[in-house]
T-cell receptor, first 113, second 114 residues
């Protein structure tokens, strides 16, 4: 079945450091790919998405590129801030079942001042 | 602004109790979902609903049921709570159009079953 694997955390960084969170997927066909973020005490919210190969999603300084050849959707940010401390979830939506999302386990990121 | 409201942030219940978790969305969305979130496991889908009075099992429906009597409200029911149902529960909704992949989440209900 469809599945998402993302790097395990927790990840601790200093402010202005470079952040990357790896995400790979297994799916039938060509899924849509998402990154959701959960700030402390809140529900998840969409950070960015990409719906076809080579698409780049971007938001709030974060970027991720849909790589079909490596079945990956790695999240990157060039200079993190304390406010980026959160749990990040990679997710996919399969074309045959596109109401449902399959989530990765989540990666906890802590940014220190 | 989009809003998904879960009735309780924290609940403490005893084993064997019947538990109701309520979720209301104000976006006129067709689709609603219940997940549980556990460390290291991410989000797992319990049940979802495409329309009023319609429900579908997700990946882990055992021990749960749902009710959707009105479009805006989706309730999760634990018929007889057990300690292994201690978890964070998240409700979400999506529109029934091209934006249907974008799920909007409530803040979650942290349930402890003693």
């Amino acid at each position: 079945g469809d599945s998402v694997t993302q790097m395990e955390g927790p990840v601790t960084l200093s402010e202005e450091a470079f952040l990357t969170i790896n995400c790979t997927y297994t799916a039938t066909g060509y899924p849509s790919l998402f990154w959701y973020v959960q700030y402390p005490g809140e529900g998840l919210q969409l950070l960015l998405k990409a719906t076809k190969a080579d698409d780049k999603g971007s938001n709030k300084g974060f970027e991720a590129t849909y790589r079909k050849e490596t079945t990956s959707f790695h999240l990157e940010k060039g200079s993190v801030q304390v406010s980026d401390s959160a749990v990040y979830f990679c997710a996919l939506s399969a074309p045959t079942n596109d109401y449902k999302l399959s989530f990765g386990a989540g990666t906890t990121v802590t940014v220190r001042a | 602004d989009v809003k998904v409201t879960q009735s309780s942030r924290y609940l403490v219940k005893r084993t064997g109790e019947k538990v109701f978790l309520e979720c209301v969305q104000d976006m006129d969305h067709e689709n609603m979902f219940w997940y549980r979130q556990d460390p290291g496991l991410g989000l797992r889908l319990i049940y979802f609903s495409y329309d009023v009075k319609m429900k579908e099992k997700g990946d882990i429906p055992e021990g749960y049921s749902v009710s959707r009597e009105k479009k805006e409200r989706f309730s999760l029911i634990l018929e007889s709570a057990s300690t292994n149902q201690t978890s964070m529960y998240l409700c979400a909704s999506t529109a029934g159009d091209q934006a249907k992949n974008i799920q909007y989440f409530g803040a979650g209900t942290r349930l402890s079953v003693l």
